[in-house]
């Protein structure tokens, strides 16, 4: 029983890799032309920083099963995702340092990053909800 | 993972951080260039437009139009910003970006290509009436263009 638990966490971890990994490499794509989305800071920053977070939980969530860990790799993917769709169907519209990154459209690029990012969203939600018991080591 | 692993991990995702910034930068510049895939034709948003889609690639579209009557979209920007044409000419839009975008008239309706999709090419017909049409993307409004009609 402990050994299909195993396999599944497993298997989530992957998941959740390939997803923040799919997430990564679209931004790290984008993010040159939209630096002419600008205010104080740009979009293309922007994209290159949730670019870096994806690649460094790409890391965690395969080499470093903790809770912080996966924590950090679950909000990087759900705040990508909530300012895709935000961003999507709402004019939000600049405020404070960032631009308006409004952009009412789908293309191939953002229907991948945002099915990269819900994929490591579902992968990683049961992590965080039922984390692993870690085994004591007697010496 | 024993204590000692930790700092190669670390140092591994700060690398791999170092990597993605900088592939973005190099992939901006291939992904800015000329499509070379055909064009795709996309529905136009405005009636009062000619949509006639290029059939040929993007970039023979290019070479058979002359200088004066086509735009290119690259990197959020319209090249050249203001055009000058005869008119009724027919009008070749090409869109090098990576994202969708519009070549939309501001006032009036008077020329819409419709979504542009990434490395397509769209035609409108510029007005018969002479005169100055500053334009937009209807999708990202600061990109901004001036028809002029002579």
């Known amino acids: 029983m402990a050994t299909v638990a195993s396999a599944a966490r497993l298997m989530l971890r992957c998941a959740a890799a390939v997803g923040l990994a799919v997430d990564a490499a679209v931004h790290a794509k984008l993010a040159g032309q939209y630096d002419a989305v ?97 085994r004591r080591v007697d010496s | 993972m024993s204590r000692f692993q930790r700092p190669f991990v670390a140092l591994a995702g700060l690398l791999l951080v170092t990597v ?19 064009s795709a034709a996309v529905p136009g948003a405005a009636a009062s437009s000619s949509m006639a889609m290029a059939s040929s690639p993007a970039a023979q579209g290019s070479a058979t139009a002359s200088a004066q009557d086509e735009v290119v979209i690259d990197n959020f920007a319209f090249s050249p910003v203001s055009l000058t044409v005869n008119p009724g000419q027919v009008v070749t839009v090409a869109n090098h970006d990576s994202t969708t975008h519009t070549l939309t008239a501001t ?36 990109m901004h263009g001036t028809l002029i009609v002579r």
């Not at chain 2, 993605?20 to 055909?38: M, R, V, Y």
């Open chain 1, 38 to 134: 600008a205010a104080s800071v740009s979009q293309g920053t922007l994209f290159r920083i949730e670019a870096g977070a994806a690649a460094l939980a790409v890391l965690l969530v395969l080499f470093w099963h903790r809770r912080f860990g996966d924590l950090f790799c679950w909000l990087t993917a759900a705040a990508g995702l909530a300012a895709l769709l935000v961003y999507r169907y709402w004019n939000v519209g600049a405020f404070g340092p960032f631009p308006n990154m409004y952009e009412p459209v789908w293309f191939t690029d953002k229907v991948w990053a945002l099915l990269g990012q819900i994929l490591a969203v579902v992968a990683l939600t049961p992590l965080l909800l039922f984390p692993a018991r870690r």
């Open chain 2, 20 to 38: 993605a910034a900088c592939s973005s930068g190099s992939s901006s510049g291939s992904s800015s260039s000329p499509a070379a895939t055909p």
């Open chain 2, 107 to 142: 006032t009036g309706n008077a020329f819409n290509t419709g979504d542009i999709a990434p490395g397509a090419t769209a035609t409108f017909t510029a007005p018969t009436k002479p005169g100055s049409y500053p334009y937009i993307c209807s999708i990202h409004q600061f």
